[in-house]
């Protein structure tokens, strides 16, 4: 079976190189620059290498034990972090009782000190190399180097939960084959890019010509039987299977797991936005809003002048679009057209570029020469800051919908108008146009059902650079 979810290589290396730094520099504070307590005797650096190797063999044991480049795939460097810590304390721990040990028949005087630096120390270099490692292997991942092919099993909620989080987080290192789902009306309609491959009886051949390293089951419990025989058929073909349990029909962010003396008590709790999550959300918003009106009165000025200059017509452009709970409100943006161009729509309908209910074209004859820079740039959603304000959008959020596109969505679609739309979000910074409306809704809804102030943070962080570079924006 083919060792996915395992580290690259290149990883236990960088963390064996940083363990044995870590009790170098550790020497040198100790021995050179004498911190913490000074000390009235000396031992070269050479006398210290057995220590060194024991250090090394007991972290890397430790991470052995805690199979830590075994289930590399999807731990959260928290997750990591604690494992370094506890790897860490347990190797000083037997460096301690060593050195005891091994005064008991040659008193020579070890620094214990040294021994305790050096395991804060690595716990600081691996907790940082983490954030490098796990930067790299994502971004290899993003670009198809060490992705584990998959079919899904199950195309009903569960499953869709499951595309989603792969299309949120591309550093899981996820590439979706397809899915299969005996349910016609499910397993003969794509999801986006993800192709239906018809019913589970088409799963062995798929497997074989689709060279799949990995089959995610969603089907409910009620099918265990089916499911079992599943798991079998990819233990035979050396397939990796793994089974995501439905909780019936549950979304999995739902799921609260406890215990009561030992008995597994699964809850159901309340996720995303609460009402004291929707006022820190809309504290921010207006923070924001108000700085960027202030702040940007300048370029406002200057992106008017322009476009009064470039061509006539109204500086600002409004349309109706949909809000929270499927509520119209008018959006405003920088004119970035002629005149008319909304009447124009049907004629170019031939040339659109987009799927589902969107509507997009690369090279739009109705962009003006300024339009042009303003879309690329994304400066023309500037003037959303008010609707911000007006608490009609927030800053973070699925895209502002058209009321002719929402007509046209299928009922899993609607989820995405439960909460306000955004001026940038997930679907923005994971693509922009260049996603297909399946994808993109897949996004907005991981992303109504993970929200935190942090997930806000980060797509704020990640809009930056994708209005620099343009990625995707037409």
């Known amino acids: 079976m083919k060792r996915r979810h395992h580290a690259p290589w290149w990883v236990f290396v960088s963390d064996s190189v940083l363990i044995v730094a870590s009790m170098i520099l550790a020497y040198w504070m100790r021995y050179t620059l004498r911190w913490f307590r000074d000390v009235d005797y000396d031992h ?9 190797l024991f250090f090394l063999g007991s972290m890397l044991l430790a991470f052995q034990i805690d199979q830590v480049y075994q289930n590399w795939r999807g731990r959260s460097w928290l997750d990591q972090v604690y494992s370094i810590i506890n790897a860490a304390a347990k190797s000083i721990v037997i460096l301690f009782a060593l050195t005891f040990f091994l005064d008991i028949f040659q008193p020579l005087q070890y620094s214990r ?3 305790l630096q050096a395991g804060l120390i690595v716990i600081v270099l691996l907790s940082i190399a983490r954030i490098l490692q796990n930067a790299v292997v994502g971004w290899l991942r993003t670009r198809g180097i060490g992705v584990a092919r998959v079919i899904i099993v199950g195309a009903g909620e569960v499953g869709r939960t499951v595309m989603r989080t792969i299309v949120a987080r591309p550093e899981f290192g996820y590439q979706i084959v397809g899915f299969v789902d005996d349910n016609p009306q499910k397993g003969e309609s794509d999801i986006g890019r993800f192709k239906a491959l018809g019913a589970l009886n088409n799963l062995p051949q798929l497997i074989e010509e689709a060279s799949v390293d990995e089959v995610i ?16 058929e990819c233990q035979r073909r050396e397939v990796g299977a793994r089974i995501v349990p439905d909780l019936f029909q549950m979304s999995l962010s739902q799921v609260d797991v406890d215990d009561l003396g030992g008995l597994p008590l ?22 924001v809003a108000v700085t960027g009106l202030l702040l940007g009165a300048p370029l406002w000025i200057l992106i008017a002048l322009v476009i009064k200059i470039d061509s006539p017509g109204p500086i600002f452009f409004r349309q109706t679009r949909v809000g929270a709970r499927g509520k119209l409100f008018e959006i405003y943006k920088f004119r970035s057209m002629h005149e008319g161009a909304e009447e124009e729509v049907d004629k170019l309908r031939n040339q659109n570029e987009a799927d589902g209910p969107l509507f997009k074209i690369h090279h ?3 962009l003006t020469r300024v339009g042009k820079i303003l879309r690329r740039s994304s400066l023309d959603e500037l003037p959303q800051l008010w609707n911000i304000l007006r608490g009609e959008m927030s800053l973070v959020g699925p895209r502002p919908a058209l009321p002719c596109e929402v007509e046209s969505y299928l009922e899993w679609h609607k989820r995405r108008l439960e909460v306000r739309p955004g001026l940038t979000g997930l679907w923005q910074v994971s693509g922009r146009s260049e996603l297909t409306f399946g994808e993109g809704v897949l996004l907005d809804i991981y992303y109504i059902e993970n929200w935190s102030v942090w997930l806000d943070l980060k797509i704020i962080l990640r809009t930056a650079p994708q209005l620099l570079l343009g990625n995707g924006a037409y």
Do not use: C, Q
């Open 364 to 366: 739009d004859p109705r």
């Open 113 to 115: 000190a040294l021994f």
């Open 266 to 287: 699964i809850g159901v709790r309340e996720v995303g936005f609460r009402k004291s999550n929707l006022m820190i959300k809309r504290a921010l918003d207006v923070t």
């Open 44 to 52: 070269p650096l050479s006398a210290y290498v057995p220590f060194i």
């Open 217 to 232: 089951v969603t089907l409910p419990w009620m099918y265990h039987r089916k499911i079992m025989a599943i798991v079998r």
